[in-house]
C-alpha cells in the first residue's frame, strides 16, 4: 500500500486593508463537505454519505475527539444542496426536514459545544448550483439574519445565475447585511471566480475590504490535471495576488486533492497563505491520522512571497 499526501503551501501576503469584522486573521481551517460528498441527498440508499445533520455531526465529532480541533480545524461546513425545495411561510429559508430534523440552530450548537464552528451556504441567483433557493439581492438582509439567528458561524456566498450587475451589487450588500446582525460570520466570495480572477474586472482592494476569504478560480475536479492546472494560475499570477492575501483577507484556489485507501479519506483544502495551513479530515485508521496530525509527512512548500 502506498500512501502519500502533497501539501501545497502558498505564501501571498500583503498590505491591503482586510474587513473590519475581525474575524479570519489566520487562515481558516476546517472541513467542507462538496469534494466529496457533492449534492448526494439520497439518505435512504447512502445515509452515511448524504448531506444531511448526521453527516456533519460525524465530521464535528471526528475533528472534536480525534484531534483536529487542537491542531486548529474548528469549522465544518456545509456546502450546497442542505436545504429544502421551498422557504417558509416568513419568506426564510429553511432546511431540508428529512436530512436536517433538528434544524441549523440545533447543529450549531452541537458543533459550539465541542468548541468547533459551523460554515454554511448560499448563492446570489434565485437558484443555487445545485438547484435550492438562491439569496438573490432582495433577500440579502433576510437570509444574512436568518444565518445569524441560527448561529452560523461562517457564510459562503456562490454565484451561478447571477450576472456581473448583481454581483457588483450582491457581493458587498451581504458583507454589509451580515455585519449588521451583530454577530461575528466569516464570510466567503465567489466574485472573483465568476469574473477571471484578475484585474481589471477583479477588484482585489474592495475584496480585502468586503470579505474574509474570496474564491480566485475555477472548481477543483479529481485529477492532477485539474489540480496542476489551479498551481500554474496562481504561480502566473502571483504578483497580482501577493498583495491581496492577508490577515482577514485570504484567497482561496479551492484547492482539494482526496485520495481513498480502504476505511480511508483524506481531504484537502488547500488555501493561500502564509503558514501553509491546510483544511483537512481523515476518516480511518488511527494510526494514520496520528501520522498527518504529527505532521510527519512529506510535502511540497510553494513559497511565492517576494
Given at each position: 500500500m502506498h500512501f502519500a499526501v502533497f501539501f501545497f503551501a502558498f505564501a501571498l501576503t500583503g498590505t491591503t486593508l482586510a474587513l473590519d469584522n475581525g474575524l479570519m486573521r489566520t487562515p481558516p481551517m476546517g472541513w467542507l463537505a462538496w469534494e466529496r460528498y457533492r449534492c448526494d441527498i439520497d439518505c435512504e440508499n447512502d445515509p452515511k454519505n448524504c448531506i444531511s445533520e448526521n453527516l456533519f455531526m460525524d465530521m464535528a465529532d471526528r475533528l472534536a475527539e480525534d484531534g483536529w480541533k487542537e491542531l486548529g480545524y474548528v469549522y465544518v461546513n456545509i456546502d450546497d444542496c442542505w436545504s429544502s425545495k421551498q422557504r417558509d411561510d416568513q419568506g426564510r429559508l429553511q432546511p431540508d426536514p428529512k436530512r436536517f430534523p433538528g434544524g441549523i440552530q440545533k447543529l450549531a450548537r452541537y458543533l459550539?459545544?465541542?468548541?468547533?464552528?459551523?460554515?454554511?451556504?448560499?448563492?446570489?441567483?434565485?437558484?443555487?448550483?445545485?438547484?435550492?433557493?438562491?439569496?438573490?439581492?432582495?433577500?440579502?438582509?433576510?437570509?444574512?439574519?436568518?444565518?445569524?439567528?441560527?448561529?452560523?458561524?461562517?457564510?459562503?456566498?456562490?454565484?451561478?445565475?447571477?450576472?456581473?450587475?448583481?454581483?457588483?451589487?450582491?457581493?458587498?450588500?451581504?458583507?454589509?447585511a451580515l455585519n449588521a446582525t451583530g454577530r461575528p460570520i466569516g464570510y466567503s466570495c465567489s466574485w472573483p471566480a465568476y469574473q477571471g480572477g484578475l484585474p481589471p474586472k477583479v477588484n482585489y482592494t474592495q475584496l480585502g475590504e468586503i470579505c474574509n476569504l474570496w474564491r480566485n478560480y475555477g472548481d477543483i475536479q479529481d485529477s492532477w490535471d485539474s489540480v496542476l492546472n489551479i498551481v500554474?494560475?496562481?504561480?502566473?499570477?502571483?504578483?497580482?495576488?501577493?498583495?491581496?492575501?492577508?490577515?482577514?483577507?485570504?484567497?482561496?484556489?479551492?484547492?482539494?486533492?482526496?485520495?481513498?485507501?480502504?476505511?480511508?479519506?483524506?481531504?484537502?483544502?488547500?488555501?493561500?497563505?502564509?503558514?501553509?495551513?491546510?483544511?483537512?479530515?481523515?476518516?480511518?485508521?488511527?494510526r494514520l491520522a496520528t501520522v498527518i496530525q504529527s505532521q510527519k509527512l512529506c510535502y511540497i512548500s510553494w513559497s511565492l512571497s517576494m
Amino acid at each position: 500500500m502506498h500512501f502519500a499526501v502533497f501539501f501545497f503551501a502558498f505564501a501571498l501576503t500583503g498590505t491591503t486593508l482586510a474587513l473590519d469584522n475581525g474575524l479570519m486573521r489566520t487562515p481558516p481551517m476546517g472541513w467542507l463537505a462538496w469534494e466529496r460528498y457533492r449534492c448526494d441527498i439520497d439518505c435512504e440508499n447512502d445515509p452515511k454519505n448524504c448531506i444531511s445533520e448526521n453527516l456533519f455531526m460525524d465530521m464535528a465529532d471526528r475533528l472534536a475527539e480525534d484531534g483536529w480541533k487542537e491542531l486548529g480545524y474548528v469549522y465544518v461546513n456545509i456546502d450546497d444542496c442542505w436545504s429544502s425545495k421551498q422557504r417558509d411561510d416568513q419568506g426564510r429559508l429553511q432546511p431540508d426536514p428529512k436530512r436536517f430534523p433538528g434544524g441549523i440552530q440545533k447543529l450549531a450548537r452541537y458543533l459550539h459545544d465541542r468548541g468547533l464552528k459551523l460554515g454554511i451556504y448560499g448563492d446570489m441567483g434565485k437558484l443555487t448550483c445545485g438547484g435550492y433557493p438562491g439569496t438573490p439581492l432582495d433577500k440579502i438582509e433576510l437570509d444574512a439574519q436568518t444565518f445569524a439567528d441560527w448561529e452560523v458561524d461562517m457564510f459562503k456566498y456562490d454565484g451561478c445565475y447571477s450576472n456581473a450587475t448583481e454581483q457588483e451589487q450582491g457581493y458587498p450588500l451581504m458583507s454589509k447585511a451580515l455585519n449588521a446582525t451583530g454577530r461575528p460570520i466569516g464570510y466567503s466570495c465567489s466574485w472573483p471566480a465568476y469574473q477571471g480572477g484578475l484585474p481589471p474586472k477583479v477588484n482585489y482592494t474592495q475584496l480585502g475590504e468586503i470579505c474574509n476569504l474570496w474564491r480566485n478560480y475555477g472548481d477543483i475536479q479529481d485529477s492532477w490535471d485539474s489540480v496542476l492546472n489551479i498551481v500554474d494560475w496562481f504561480f502566473e499570477n502571483q504578483d497580482v495576488l501577493t498583495p491581496a492575501a492577508g490577515p482577514g483577507r485570504w484567497n482561496d484556489p479551492d484547492m482539494v486533492f482526496w485520495t481513498q485507501l480502504p476505511h480511508l479519506h483524506l481531504h484537502l483544502w488547500f488555501k493561500n497563505q502564509s503558514e501553509g495551513q491546510v483544511e483537512m479530515l481523515v476518516r480511518g485508521p488511527e494510526r494514520l491520522a496520528t501520522v498527518i496530525q504529527s505532521q510527519k509527512l512529506c510535502y511540497i512548500s510553494w513559497s511565492l512571497s517576494m
